[in-house]
């Protein structure tokens, strides 16, 4: 198993592009998260999967915001016309529903927004 | 609204227990997590109560009182990796699984 994997580590764009990122889960596990974080803060929720059916969005995750897991397996997440406010990291993290408590991240996607 | 409050910065000695407090205020509370957070790194999962009293795994031990909305981290014979942020986060009752994290609090371990 090698755990939760992102990509990209790193993006930087200019205001109002369009960005993507990736989420490869624990292969066996069924809930998949993101959280966004920003410097000095704890991870803040924005959506969860269980399977393919996303369950939750936070009222953070404005319109711009996306989320997919098409076959229950990896995850994108897109930010359309990004404003430097959304410059922070974006962690993904994958469980088991019966475990909820304990969610496995990945090393993040760092987003700078110029 | 729901929030968590955790100690800012504590520092301690190598060798030495270090306890972090957690206090709660969330509805439909379900259970409280622990992460450790190294810089520029990702949260790694240290420990869950979902039933009041000690977990412990290792050097490292955590509490629940739901009664006192309250938990604590405890970290025994303290080494300089341990140098980290660390996080309680907590579960609400059918919301999935989703955390809520306090602000963190940033370990420092002095030789």
């Known amino acids: 198993d090698t755990g939760v994997s992102q990509d990209p580590r790193h993006k930087i764009t200019k205001r109002g592009q369009n960005v993507t990122f990736r989420c490869d889960p624990i292969?066996?596990?069924?809930?998949l998260y993101w959280y966004r974080q920003t410097l000095g803060q704890g991870p803040e929720f924005l959506t969860y999967?269980?399977?393919?059916?996303?369950?939750?969005k936070s009222r953070l995750l404005s319109d711009r915001f996306s989320a997919e897991r098409p076959k229950g397996s990896f995850s994108t997440l897109e930010i359309q016309r990004t404003e430097q406010g959304d410059s922070a990291m974006y962690l993904c993290?994958?469980?088991?529903?019966?475990?909820?408590?304990?969610?496995?991240f990945g090393p993040g996607t760092r987003l700078t927004v110029t | 609204g729901q929030s968590l409050e955790q100690p800012s910065e504590v520092t301690a000695v190598e060798g030495a227990i270090v306890q972090i407090n957690c206090t709660y205020q969330?509805?439909?509370?379900?259970?409280l997590s622990w992460y450790q957070q190294h810089d520029g790194g990702a949260p790694t999962f240290l420990s869950y109560?979902?039933?009041?009293g000690l977990e412990e795994t290792g050097r490292f031990s955590s509490f629940l009182s739901r009664s006192d909305s309250y938990g604590y981290l405890l970290l025994q014979e303290l080494q300089m990796k341990d140098s980290a942020s660390y996080f309680c986060?907590?579960?609400?009752?059918?919301?999935?699984?989703?955390?809520?994290f306090g602000q963190g609090t940033e370990l420092s371990v002095k030789p």
């Open positions: 292969s066996e596990h069924n809930r």
């Open positions: 969330t509805s439909g509370f379900y259970g």
């Open positions: 109560n979902g039933l009041d």
């Open positions: 993290a994958s469980s088991l529903a019966r475990l909820q408590g304990e969610q496995y």
């Open positions: 999967f269980q399977n393919e059916a996303q369950l939750e």
């Open positions: 986060a907590a579960s609400i009752y059918n919301q999935g699984g989703k955390l809520i």
